[in-house]
Antibody, heavy 117, light 112 residues
Framework: EVRLVESGGGLVQPGGSLRLSCAAS????????MHWVRQAPGKGLEWVAN????????EYVDSVRGRFTISRDNAKNSLYLQMNSLRVEDTAVYYC??????????WGQGTMVTVSS | DIVMTQSPLSLPVTPGEPASISCRSS???????????LNWYLQKPGQSPHLLIY???NRASGVPDRFSGSGSGTDFTLKISRVEADDVGVYYC?????????FGQGTRLEIK
């Protein structure tokens, strides 16, 4: 079964850092663009970042640019999101998702990040 | 940024009745390749979103034919021909023509 499993969420103080991981299985990870999408408690979906299949290009939403870094290790079938200088407003469930031909077709179950003192 | 606007935001429906959700974008989502870069997702309670309709009008694998997508340019519609109890959740449209990728506010479908 094609699967994405996020991990690494937790409670962190404002200004702190956290690294999220997303493990892919049962598909050729190295040919897909990958994305992070987040959802604050009780709110809608917000796209955070994406990365090209070979890792050569990345894009970010303005609110995280300069603080978050998306990366991948195709040899390990893994996607990452390094989050620095975290703010209360970054509190959300973070989903990883794959895309092909402009379709985000498979999503993980999400990992919760709580930024609070 | 492309702004996505959904309506209604709340949709109470009697089982067996049809339902329709509108999604409008602040600029055309028609790509030069002829496809509309608009996808529909359903997020059931306590779950992650899953794909219903891609590129405007194509049903994703395993999606019942009760669901259909239509529209082009800036105006899109998701229709459910006969709502079932399992259809409850929040429906989102999403544009992927350009970054930042943006979503509509979500439409919460509930059963009357």
């Amino acid at each position: 079964e094609v699967r994405l499993v996020e991990s690494g969420g937790g409670l962190v103080q404002p200004g702190g850092s956290l690294r999220l991981s997303c493990a892919a299985s049962e598909f050729t990870f190295s040919i897909y663009w990958m994305h992070w999408v987040r959802q604050a408690p009780g709110k809608g979906l917000e796209w955070v970042a994406n990365i090209k299949a070979d890792g050569s290009e990345t894009e970010y939403v303005d609110s995280v640019r300069g603080r978050f870094t998306i990366s991948r290790d195709n040899a390990k079938n893994s996607l990452y999101l390094q989050m620095n200088s975290l703010r209360v407003e970054d509190t959300a469930v973070y989903y990883c998702a794959r895309s092909f031909n402009r379709v985000l077709d498979i999503w993980g179950q999400g990992t919760m990040v709580t930024v609070s003192s | 940024d492309i702004v996505m606007t959904q309506s209604p935001l709340s949709l109470p429906v009697t089982p067996g009745e049809p339902a329709s959700i509108s999604c409008r974008s602040s600029q055309s989502l028609l790509h030069s390749n002829g496809y509309n870069c608009l996808n529909w997702y359903l997020q059931k309670p306590g779950q992650s979103p899953h794909l219903l309709i891609y590129l405007g009008s194509n049903r994703a694998s395993g999606v019942p034919d009760r669901f259909s997508g239509s529209g082009s340019g800036t105006d899109f519609t998701l229709k459910i021909s006969r709502v079932e109890a399992d259809d409850v959740g929040v429906y989102y449209c999403m544009q992927i023509l350009q970054t930042p990728i943006t979503f509509g506010q979500g439409t919460r479908l509930e059963i009357k």
